[in-house]
């Protein structure tokens, strides 16, 4: 725990439980500090302010790690085979493949290490205490439990502090507790179960005061703070291996035992039952481990996700780590911070109650363009006919110390957030811009501060009298208030009871509440305020409801996120009221059904997983709750995507199956540790990054649909070959050609297919489903044993018309090429009918891949010199004609096969 203190203080009470007193008794200080004597002391004993460092491995390990895999061992084999054969190109494609797969992982790997030296740079460089009674610098690594350090606005909090002053302190914890707007500090102690939201008499190492002066006694330095503790967590929290290279590393485990065992009966066969020569049979099995191992399949899968990573970069969607792409595809959960994610981390005025009527207030974030509508009658009003309006937009004006500026992306809000939502207001009132009242003088002010909760400002307006105006807390200002406006302008006495009413049901909208009021005299002491000059007759003009607003965009995307069987669910450090209000609005399942992080503490991991499902709203969490969540999630078998970008969510984001950070509000330890980025902090994004996620493993599904069976296919010619004592239909080196030459160029070419129709109205493929699935095992044995019998039956005819041996091979060659060159065309759309204009209209990738294609094999059927190395002889004109129709036949048959299936599968769906 954060609040840990050095001496006698009570283990079971907390700082944040304790009274300032005690904590400074506990803490063996004074309110003037620690002599610098004792400070050395305490920083030789308890070391310096600064994170831990992880122990880091050594690089050269790291790197050779990368090629300790059965799958690059399977290539590294496959390119001392072809080493051994003499085809030295072949040879080194393989050897850069499996160079570059070790390069890529050695420069990804090390994002925890990287994401927790960013949290280390959170940590402010220099601090003001108190030593000895007097206020200097020192550098904030030097700083030890018990020092007293001075807050000002705009200085980070150097450690955990418990405060003992408190002066209008309000600090920017967003990066903890997830809350738009600064929390309000105070001295009072709180409760030892109170959530790190609610703990207003503590300031927290990372955070930001944004507002106010305190003073605050040092609890906990370096790795007991609370960001110490979430960066524990990080270094602790286990990452999970994507699906898909959970399926590749069973794929290449397989496929390993597969090729050995078939290799090792073929040689036993053929020279014990076939009594073949020794060279003979075992040249045979080199050429089917050859056409078994489909070596160019790794650099076509690293190519297809490289491609969506481009496609992801268009859409603001940073990828940092490959297979999270093809992960994102699958997912079937999103858990969503709600500040700066489904909202705009902005704060906008939603409602307004004065005079007897509700006001709804238009408008997009700070911009002070909009207008109010009168709720009872669903119609814009006219300021200018309503008097108060009018007032309440001088009281938001002038009672402000923020600005609004405009910039390249919209307005912004300089100073706090609510008060720029209060000066937007005022500009949408009178329609003077940013700047309303701006000829009014302020003369004097009594900043916000905990202990009374309000602000005061007196202004001299243009025609030299003194005005006051006033903003608070709803109860502190009408406590205050004599008397009301109305209607017609005329002052009427307070209906406390009312306004209280009003303040509930603006408060059960999930809105934060301000009054607003002025003074019924005008100061005469010389223009200065002060609470006597205030009195207790304020005039009451009324009160506003302010919110975070919902990003217009992430509604849309939420519903497609539900159309495609996508879960959306929200883990937020706000308050539950608020959570489930913009649950709400945004459209989540369930949004009055909220468990806040007390409830979660209460429930042990099999109820939290009873309950994990049928709730969307989680409120007041704290990291190690999303942790929970996330793990409670998975435990379902559901693919889990985590968005955020605090410091607090970076341990959800690095268990998440898919870590999501906001790139333009996040922190940089959410950054490092997820594996996308969304540049443009929109939750739509995701949306559009989920679906170039399901392309990326639809086309990695169809390089693999289309690599297995031509592999099948080569491969089941060899055995036949062997086990019946037939002729080679192709040589082994005619299979390296092919295996080099279209095995990655037109497996390349599925790398560049776009989304197929209705891909977001497909539900997320299951946790568990294998990549080698029936549908695909099926396919891999029907067009294997097409390609069989069209190689044998091509080879047969051949030798019927009395063609060479060489002939009758390059026809074979060339047939199995056209094969490939239609079951491309036929696996480009693995969803619906290959046989429309569209699928025959391809891509100029796939077109550019059958040219280099068919230009290669009229080179090696009829250019002498790849002739002699190739054993190919000039093929007639009639039997290419046959060899294209051959692919025709082929394509009609697969094309009818899949059709009778996807009607059988609908079929079933129906019933």
């Not at 725990?1 to 439980?17: C, F, K, L, W, Y």
């Not at 363009?369 to 008097?387: F, W």
């Not at 994004?685 to 679906?691: C, E, L, N």
């Not at 019927?800 to 065309?825: C, K, M, P, W």
Request: proline share 5%; charged share 20%; hydrophobic share 50%.
């Amino acid at each position: 725990m954060s609040d840990v203190d050095i001496t006698s203080m009570d283990r079971d009470r907390p700082a944040h439980a304790m009274a300032p007193e005690e904590v400074i008794a506990g803490l063996r200080t004074e309110r003037g500090g620690l002599s610098c004597d004792e400070a050395r002391q305490r920083l030789a004993e308890r070391g310096a302010n600064r994170l831990p460092e992880p122990p880091r491995r050594n690089a050269v390990l790291r790197f050779l790690a990368h090629f300790h895999n059965v799958l690059i061992y399977v290539l590294i084999g496959a390119a001392v085979i072809t080493a051994g054969l003499g085809h030295f190109v072949d040879t080194g494609v393989i050897l850069a493949v499996v160079i570059a797969n070790a390069v890529i992982g050695f420069v990804q790997e090390g994002r925890a290490e990287t994401a927790m030296d960013a949290i280390r740079h959170m940590l402010a460089p220099h601090s003001s205490v108190l030593r000895d009674g007097r206020r200097s610098s020192v550098d904030s690594a030097d700083l030890v439990p018990g020092d007293i350090v001075l807050l000002e606005a705009g200085e980070k909090v150097p450690a955990d502090l418990r405060l003992i002053e408190a002066r209008g302190l309000r600090v920017d914890e967003a990066i903890l507790t997830g809350e738009s707007v600064p929390a309000e500090k105070q001295l009072a102690p709180v409760a030892v179960a109170a959530p790190l939201g609610d703990r207003t008499c503590m300031a927290y190492s990372g955070t930001m005061v944004s507002a106010g002066t305190g003073l605050g006694a040092v609890v906990a330095t370096g790795g007991e703070t609370e960001i110490g503790r979430i960066s524990g967590m990080l270094a602790r929290v286990e990452q999970l291996t994507t699906p898909l290279i959970l399926q590749m590393d069973a794929f290449a485990r397989w496929l390993t035992v597969l090729i050995l065992l078939i290799a090792g009966i073929l040689l036993v066969y053929g020279y014990f039952v076939g009594h073949m020569a020794f060279t003979d049979v075992f040249m045979s099995v080199v050429g089917l481990s050859v056409a078994a191992i489909p070596e160019g399949l790794p650099a076509v899968l690293t190519i297809t996700l490289a491609v969506g990573v481009q496609a992801m970069a268009r859409r603001n969607a940073i990828v940092r780590r490959l297979p999270a792409i093809e992960t994102l595809g699958s997912v079937s959960v999103i858990c969503t911070d709600k500040t700066g994610t489904l909202t705009r981390n902005e704060m906008l005025v939603a409602s307004l109650s004065a005079a007897g009527e509700v006001y709804g207030v238009t408008g997009e974030g700070y911009a002070p363009d909009g207008a109010l509508r009168l709720v009872s009658r669903e119609t814009d009003v006219d300021p200018a006919a309503h008097p108060v309006l009018f007032e309440i937009a001088r009281a938001a004006a002038l009672c402000n110390d923020a600005a609004l500026l405009p910039g390249e992306d919209g307005w912004r809000a300089e100073g706090d957030p609510m008060e720029g939502a209060l000066k937007a207001l005022a500009g949408k009132i009178t329609g003077e811009g940013a700047s309303p009242f701006a000829d009014w003088v302020r003369l004097d002010t009594i900043p916000f501060d905990a202990a009374h909760r309000y602000m005061a400002v007196l202004h001299r307006n243009p025609d030299g009298v003194g005005e006051i105006h006033v903003k608070g807390a709803p109860e502190q200002v009408l406590a205050m208030a004599a008397g009301q406006r109305g209607a017609g302008g005329a002052t009427e006495a307070l209906d406390a009871a009312f306004w209280h009413e009003q303040v509930e049901a603006i408060a059960a909208k999930g809105q934060r509440v301000l009054a607003l009021a002025m003074s019924g005299r005008t100061a005469e002491s010389g223009g200065t305020l002060s609470a006597e000059v205030l009195g207790r007759d304020l005039v009451l003009l009324g009160l506003v409801g302010l919110i975070d607003p919902p990003r217009p965009e992430a509604v849309a995307a939420v519903i497609e996120c539900h159309r495609a069987g996508i879960r959306v669910k929200m883990i937020t450090g706000d308050h539950a009221g608020t959570a489930a209000a913009i649950a709400g609005r945004i459209g989540l399942a369930n949004p009055d059904r909220v468990i806040t992080g007390t409830e979660l503490d209460a429930m042990d991991e099999a109820e939290l997983a009873a309950i994990v499902l049928d709730t969307d709203v989680f409120a007041r969490t704290s990291p190690e709750h999303k942790l929970r969540l996330v793990s409670a999630l998975q435990s379902h078998g559901l693919t889990v995507a985590m968005t955020g970008d605090g410091v607090n969510d970076a341990p959800a984001l690095k268990r998440a199956d898919a870590g999501i950070a906001m790139g333009r509000k996040g922190s940089d330890a959410a950054r490092e540790t997820a594996d996308l980025v969304l540049a443009d902090d929109n939750f739509a994004s995701i949306v559009a990054a989920v679906r170039e996620g399901r392309t990326v493993y639809d086309n990695i599904k169809k390089v693999i649909s289309w690599t297995l069976p031509t592999s099948g296919g080569e491969a089941a010619t060899i055995i036949v070959a062997l086990f019946l004592g037939l002729s080679m239909p192709i040589t082994p080196v005619q299979i390296l050609w092919v295996n080099l030459i279209t095995g990655i160029t037109l497996g390349l070419a599925l790398a560049f297919e776009p989304t197929e129709a209705n891909t977001m109205k497909r539900l997320p493929r299951p946790r568990g489903e294998p990549l080698l699935g029936a549908g695909l095992i099926w396919h891999v044995v029907v067009v294997s044993l097409l390609f069989l019998g069209a190689i044998f039956g091509i080879h047969t005819y051949a030798v019927d018309q009395g063609y060479s041996e060489e002939l009758a091979r390059t026809l074979a060659l060339n047939t199995l090429v056209a094969l490939e060159i239609f079951h491309l065309f036929f696996i480009r759309n693995i969803y619906g009918t290959s046989l429309t204009w569209k699928a025959v209209r391809g891509t100029p990738v796939v077109w550019l891949c059958v040219g280099a294609i068919t230009a290669a094999q009229f080179a090696i059927t009829y250019f002498p010199p790849l002739q002699q190395v190739f054993g190919t002889r000039p093929v007639p004109l009639a039997d290419g004609a046959l060899v294209v129709a051959i692919g025709v036949v082929f394509l009609a048959l697969v094309e009818t096969e899949k059709q009778l299936r996807l009607a059988v599968r609908r079929g079933r769906t129906a019933t």
